[in-house]
T-cell receptor, first 112, second 116 residues
Framework: GESVGLHLPTLSVQEGDNSIINCAYS??????FIWYKQESGKGPQFIID?????DKRQGQRVTVLLNKTVKHLSLQIAATQPGDSAVYFC???????????FGDGTTLTVKP | GAVVSQHPSWVICKSGTSVKIECRSL??????MFWYRQFPKQSLMLMAT?????????EQGVEKDKFLINHASLTLSTLTVTSAHPEDSSFYIC????????????FGPGTRLLVL
């Protein structure tokens, strides 16, 4: 079935370093992708999104890259801060289906 | 903007009782709301899609008679866990998509359910 998976379940970085979180998706028809951040005991928080007609999108300290050829998505966080420590999920959406499928999640730990 | 609230934030109940969880969009009208459950250290699993004024669409394996969903207005959807059992203990999260049809979902803070 459809699945969205992450290459690394955990990632530990030093404060100030850049972080890269990866995600693989399986549905080549997916046309919209979102990265969410979830802190412990809270609901997911939207970080950044990208449509399938783009391969890169930048936000504040975050960049999402989309490689449709290999069905790969990544989230880059610049100058990672302790407040970035959380679980990060990618989600893929096939617009016609109207719903999103979430990946397994990567736990990012930022060491001071 | 785009705030979604859930009530209660946590609930403890005895096995066999029913629990109702509310999901509200506070500053926008949500034609579609989604209900997820999340077990510790796991991802979000979609349970059902709720459209205002119509029956919810349940994902495969989710019992519609056990997890009753009502989306009576453009700002409120409710999930009722009927005859709850300990295995229903989980973190239940709702999300809402606004009337413009944009794909972005705005998530509530979640409701932690513990069934004794």
């Amino acid at each position: 079935g459809e699945s969205v998976g992450l290459h690394l379940p955990t990632l530990s970085v030093q404060e100030g370093d850049n972080s890269i979180i990866n995600c693989a998706y399986s549905n080549s028809a997916s046309d919209y992708f979102i990265w969410y951040k979830q802190e412990s005991g809270k609901g997911p928080q939207f970080i950044i999104d990208i449509r399938s007609n783009m391969d890169k999108r930048q936000g504040q300290r975050v960049t999402v890259l989309l490689n449709k050829t290999v069905k790969h998505l990544s989230l880059q966080i610049a100058a990672t801060q302790p407040g970035d420590s959380a679980v990060y999920f990618c989600a893929e959406t096939f617009t016609n289906a109207g719903k999103s499928t979430f990946g397994d999640g990567t736990t990012l730990t930022v060491k001071p | 903007g785009a705030v979604v609230s859930q009530h209660p934030s946590w609930v403890i109940c005895k096995s066999g009782t029913s629990v109702k969880i509310e999901c509200r969009s506070l500053d926008f009208q949500a034609t579609t709301m989604f209900w997820y459950r999340q077990f510790p250290k796991q991802s979000l699993m979609l349970m059902a899609t709720s459209n205002e004024g119509s029956k919810a669409t349940y994902e495969q394996g989710v019992e519609k008679d056990k997890f009753l969903i009502n989306h009576a207005s453009l700002t409120l959807s409710t999930l009722t866990v009927t005859s709850a059992h300990p295995e229903d203990s989980s973190f239940y999260i709702c999300s809402a998509r606004d009337w413009t049809g944009q794909e972005t979902q705005y998530f509530g803070p979640g409701t932690r359910l513990l069934v004794l």
